[in-house]
């Protein structure tokens, strides 16, 4: 067996990933109208003025993403857990963060980017300008894999305990919070005419020290919870 | 004399120390809160901006200070317990989480009190209300892990990777919250510079430092039944007075 590197590691588990979830994708689906759904919900709620829409539709997109990635984390390892390729995973001589770091860019693409594309949709129903809608998309663009990386130390600590999802969420929100701040108060700052630079400094910081750090903790996590 | 401090690593020492050690902090726990509440509603004088109100901070600082300072214990512990394997750290941590959650509670609870008279709110979104009640999650999300884990070694381990998570994230997030606040509305509340009488320092530090031995004694008290429910199994416990009785 010719000996894998660590980047020809990353892509086999990230292609692994699309592929089976390409061969059920009602999954993926139902994630993307869960989160439709409840920004929808939102105009319903507080009533339809347009006003007021323009200025909470920032927030309820974000706090509607971070909801429907806390729903989709259950999946990231429960099927490998439960068919045993976790195990096999984790006695792979290749680096298990390097492996954990492939699996949460695939959930990312399969859960945030969906999310990201249709969010301008969404803007559109809540009367966004073109100005808020780019940076909405360039703020979930950044923050969605934040979310997908937390979303992962959650999901490996929960491993298949009873009331996982629910408790995946009591975990992880508290630990988001940042992310849904800058992320939202981006949006607000295009609206109020001020600049997006800091908000978008500070997520894209929390991105980088997500990526250096998270995958690591994720695989020590894996370990404590396949032990 | 050399004392070997790692006799007392050893849950089954450590249950008989503790024991001992607990009427120690207790006692003066009971009886620095009776002098100090003593001195802060009788002896200090009312507060020439807040007249009577202000006297919930003797109960309302030291209940917030602590509530920071067990996280960083509780994670100070649990990282130990991770690091050198030692239970008794674990199980520290362990015992340390709710009474760091209760002082949360009652630091908003108290300062939604104080609000209401003062700031004409219960709750207003404050960056230091809000990173208070996001520790109050943090702990929750800590007892709700622990308590759903059966094994109590996996409940330990991913405790303490949680807690360490939780306490690096922490000053992010008491940042984030503070220049979210700060971006929305320049702080419309802010503590009157005036210096403090020194009987208000006084009453405010004894009941700091009652809350400080109460929360000892009763991690102590916490963590001799966690022992004993841990190590169920073995003769030590079984040869106990208070088991056998």
């Given at each position: 067996?010719?000996?894998?590197?660590?980047?020809?590691?990353?892509?086999?588990?990230?292609?692994?990933?699309?592929?089976?979830?390409?061969?059920?994708?009602?999954?993926?689906?139902?994630?993307?109208i869960f989160f439709v759904m409840v920004v929808s919900l939102f105009p319903l709620g507080v009533g339809p003025e347009l006003d007021m829409l323009r200025k909470m539709a920032g927030g309820i997109v974000w706090v509607a993403a971070l909801l429907s990635?806390?729903?989709?984390?259950?999946?990231?390892?429960?099927?490998?857990?439960?068919?045993?390729?976790?195990?096999?995973?984790?006695?792979?001589?290749?680096?298990?963060?390097?492996?954990?770091?492939?699996?949460?860019?695939?959930?990312?693409?399969?859960?945030?980017?969906?999310?990201?594309?249709i969010a301008p949709v969404l803007g559109l129903q809540f009367d966004m300008s073109?100005?808020a809608l780019?940076?909405m998309?360039?703020?979930?663009?950044?923050?969605?894999?934040?979310?997908?990386?937390?979303?992962?130390?959650?999901?490996?600590?929960?491993?298949?305990?009873?009331?996982?999802?629910?408790?995946?969420?009591?975990?992880?929100?508290?630990?988001?919070?940042?992310?849904l701040?800058?992320g939202a108060g981006?949006i607000e700052?295009v609206n109020t005419?001020?600049?997006?630079?800091?908000?978008?400094?500070?997520?894209?910081?929390?991105?980088?020290?997500?990526?250096?750090?998270?995958?690591?903790?994720?695989?020590?996590?894996?370990?404590?919870?396949?032990? | 004399?050399?004392?070997?401090?790692?006799?007392?690593?050893?849950?089954?020492?450590?249950?008989?120390?503790?024991?001992?050690?607990?009427?120690?902090?207790?006692?003066?726990?009971?009886?620095?809160?009776?002098?100090?509440?003593?001195?802060?509603?009788?002896?200090?004088?009312?507060?020439?901006?807040?007249?009577?109100?202000?006297?919930?901070?003797?109960?309302?600082?030291?209940?917030?200070?602590?509530?920071?300072?067990?996280?960083?214990?509780?994670?100070?512990?649990?990282?130990?317990?991770?690091?050198?394997?030692?239970?008794?750290?674990?199980?520290?941590?362990?015992?340390?989480?709710?009474?760091?959650?209760?002082?949360?509670?009652?630091?908003?609870?108290?300062?939604?009190?104080?609000?209401?008279?003062?700031?004409?709110a219960?709750w207003?979104w404050?960056?230091?209300?809000?990173?208070?009640?996001?520790?109050?999650?943090?702990?929750?999300?800590?007892?709700?892990?622990?308590?759903?884990?059966?094994?109590?070694?996996?409940?330990?381990?991913?405790?303490?990777?949680?807690?360490?998570?939780?306490?690096?994230?922490?000053?992010?997030?008491?940042?984030?919250?503070?220049?979210?606040?700060?971006?929305h509305q320049?702080?419309?509340?802010?503590?009157?510079?005036?210096?403090?009488?020194?009987?208000?320092?006084?009453?405010?530090?004894?009941?700091?430092?009652?809350?400080?031995?109460?929360?000892?004694?009763?991690?102590?008290?916490?963590?001799?039944?966690?022992?004993?429910?841990?190590?169920?199994?073995?003769?030590?416990?079984?040869?106990?007075?208070?088991?056998?009785?």
């Open positions: 067996m010719n000996k894998l590197s660590l980047l020809g590691l990353l892509v086999t588990i990230i292609r692994r990933d699309l592929l089976l979830a390409m061969r059920r994708r009602s999954d993926v689906l139902t994630t993307l990635s806390m729903l989709s984390l259950g999946r990231m390892f429960s099927a490998d857990y439960l068919d045993g390729t976790l195990e096999q995973m984790l006695l792979a001589p290749q680096s298990l963060s390097v492996l954990v770091l492939g699996k949460i860019l695939a959930h990312w693409m399969l859960s945030g980017l969906p999310l990201v594309l073109p100005d780019l940076v998309v360039l703020m979930l663009l950044l923050g969605t894999p934040i979310l997908s990386m937390i979303g992962a130390i959650g999901a490996a600590l929960t491993l298949g305990l009873r009331g996982g999802g629910v408790l995946v969420s009591l975990l992880v929100l508290p630990l988001c919070i940042p992310v701040i800058f981006a700052a005419g001020m600049t997006i630079v800091p908000h978008a400094s500070l997520l894209g910081a929390m991105l980088l020290v997500a990526l250096a750090f998270t995958p690591w903790v994720t695989a020590q996590a894996l370990r404590i919870s396949m032990e | 004399m050399s004392i070997n401090w790692f006799k007392y690593s050893a849950p089954s020492t450590f249950y008989h120390l503790a024991g001992k050690l607990i009427p120690w902090f207790a006692v003066p726990a009971a009886f620095l809160f009776v002098v100090g509440l003593y001195i802060g509603f009788f002896v200090a004088p009312p507060d020439a901006v807040q007249s009577e109100a202000y006297r919930i901070i003797f109960i309302h600082v030291p209940a917030s200070i602590l509530s920071m300072f067990i996280y960083l214990l509780m994670a100070g512990y649990a990282a130990l317990g991770l690091i050198f394997n030692t239970r008794l750290s674990s199980m520290m941590a362990t015992s340390l989480a709710p009474t760091g959650a209760l002082f949360a509670f009652i630091s908003l609870w108290t300062g939604a009190l104080w609000g209401k008279p003062m700031w004409g219960w207003v404050d960056a230091r209300l809000t990173s208070e009640l996001i520790l109050l999650f943090l702990y929750l999300g800590f007892i709700a892990l622990q308590a759903s884990i059966d094994d109590p070694r996996r409940a330990d381990r991913a405790g303490a990777l949680l807690a360490i998570v939780g306490s690096v994230n922490v000053p992010i997030i008491y940042f984030s919250v503070k220049w979210w606040n700060t971006l320049g702080s419309t509340i802010k503590f009157t510079g005036t210096s403090m009488h020194i009987a208000m320092q006084q009453a405010m530090f004894i009941t700091l430092a009652a809350c400080w031995l109460y929360v000892i004694a009763v991690s102590l008290a916490r963590v001799r039944s966690i022992i004993l429910e841990r190590e169920r199994a073995t003769q030590w416990v079984s040869e106990l007075q208070e088991v056998r009785s």
